[in-house]
């Protein structure tokens, strides 16, 4: 299949580039930086010392603000630039179909991402077992396999950005105006069914809100990674969804909630998850078949 030619010559290709390397180092050095800062016994984490400790530290804010961002960064351009350049006439031009350029520039760019996360990952589990810190193997490989797809989904976001839009500028203004939207502007849209409930004379309960509300909440990626890696480290899953609430509002939530509701089981989670890897790109595709090159 042609989409392997595209995949391996694009990766060869970043290779060859100065940004993995420093994406590389990166990852390697914050990694390194968060083992030692447990290792060393600088942490003021509640937690045993273990690896546990090392993953509650990144599967916060850090990795869930980093990875989004160099993903998108990596890819925001891998359709468009060679649009724009005039080089992917030549690229269809040989025995490759515009669904082999998508999927190829896909595995590709997610090979960019996936590699330094890993490299990272291994040399600050190198650091943790120097500093005589237990091992949670089982915990470690699947928190970075939920980095790693965290990185992925990403990419296939700004793929699927680069393959819809017609210029650099555009697709990168689209990437950023996301970035913010899932970090920064998200909670709005939950506030938005305060309104919704109030224009459209729904009668919700504040208890009805609520939960809808953590629904919402998870349908951003980026959320719903922190709360997937937080049931690596946390007692139960209901914790985990509740993850970094606290006090009153915490107290509030459970009393609402009593157990975990399905609606907020890992499996609809992860189901949220994979949308944002699958759908973007997918509509990507549609609208870069019918475009005029």
Not at 62 to 74: E, F, H, K, Q, T
């Amino acid at each position: 299949m042609t989409w392997k030619a595209v995949a391996r010559k694009d990766f060869h290709d970043s290779l060859r580039s100065r940004w993995f390397w420093v994406i590389s180092a990166i990852f390697i050095g914050l990694f390194i930086g968060s083992a030692y800062f447990v290792g060393a016994g600088l942490g003021n984490i509640d937690q045993q010392v273990s690896t546990d400790a090392f993953l509650a530290l990144l599967g916060g804010q850090v990795v869930a603000l980093l990875v989004p961002l160099i993903a998108l960064v990596v890819a925001y351009n891998a359709i468009v630039g060679e649009r724009e350049s005039g080089t992917i006439k030549l690229m269809l031009s040989l025995p490759h179909s515009r669904q082999d350029v998508v999927v190829g520039k896909l595995l590709g760019r997610s090979g960019v991402i996936a590699v330094p996360i890993l490299l990272g990952m291994v040399a600050a589990g190198i650091t943790l077992v120097v500093f005589g810190i237990n091992l949670e193997i089982v915990n470690y490989l699947l928190f970075t396999f939920l980095t790693i797809a965290l990185g992925v989904t990403f990419v296939s976001i700004a793929i699927g950005i680069s393959a819809a839009t017609s210029t650099n500028r555009r697709s990168m203004v689209v990437s950023v105006a996301l970035y913010v939207l899932f970090t920064q502007l998200w909670t709005y849209v939950r506030r938005g069914l305060l309104h919704l409930n109030d224009n459209l004379s729904l009668g919700w309960e504040t208890a009805q809100i609520a939960k809808y509300g953590l629904f919402v909440k998870y349908f951003n990626p980026i959320r719903a990674y922190e709360t997937l890696a937080a049931t690596l480290y946390v007692g139960s899953t209901l914790d985990a969804r509740l993850y970094g609430v606290s006090g009153i509002q915490l107290q509030a939530y459970k009393q609402i909630l009593g157990e975990t509701p399905f609606y907020l089981s890992d499996a609809v989670v992860v189901a949220q998850f994979l949308l944002w890897l699958l759908i973007p790109v997918a509509v990507g595709y549609l609208l870069f078949d019918r475009a005029e090159l």
